[in-house]
Nanobody
Framework: QVQLVESGGGSVQAGGSLRLSCAAS????????MGWFRQAPGKGREGVAI???????KYADSVKGRLTISQGDPKKTLYLQMNNLKPEDTALYYC??????????????????????WGPGTQVTVSS
């Protein structure tokens, strides 16, 4: 079992920055990929950025150049540096982990089916 807890959300004005963190605990040695997903009101949950077990990062086109995913102590802490935020980035952001090795070679966008552990989410609100 893996437990995930996000932190760092908040309210900022457009153009501002936030840094989200995700702390993983439990059987973290079983994790292959980790990622950030988000869900805006009235919309489905979408992949924002993922990092594979060998450190390859993948991003949604809408966030490339503005959001950066990284890991601390491998597979125990995940970060999302968010710069030049836009109102359309407003959403509940979820940290997710996959214990399926196949997630390393999965294409974009990442399928929620590959990610079997989720945090409760942290709210990001960007005002214009």
């Amino acid at each position: 079992q893996v437990q995930l807890v996000e932190s760092g959300g908040g309210s900022v004005q457009a153009g501002g920055s936030l840094r989200l963190s995700c702390a993983a605990s439990g059987s973290t040695y079983t994790i292959s990929c980790m990622g950030w997903f988000r869900q805006a009101p009235g919309k489905g949950r979408e992949g924002v950025a993922i990092i594979t077990s060998d450190g390859i990062t993948k991003y949604a086109d809408s966030v490339k150049g503005r959001l950066t995913i990284s890991q601390g102590d491998p597979k125990k802490t995940l970060y999302l540096q968010m710069n030049n935020l836009k109102p359309e980035d407003t959403a509940l952001y979820y940290c997710a982990a996959s214990t399926y090795p196949e997630c390393d070679s999965a294409s974009w966008p990442p399928s929620r089916a590959w990610y079997n552990y989720w945090g409760p989410g942290t709210q990001v609100t960007v005002s214009s």
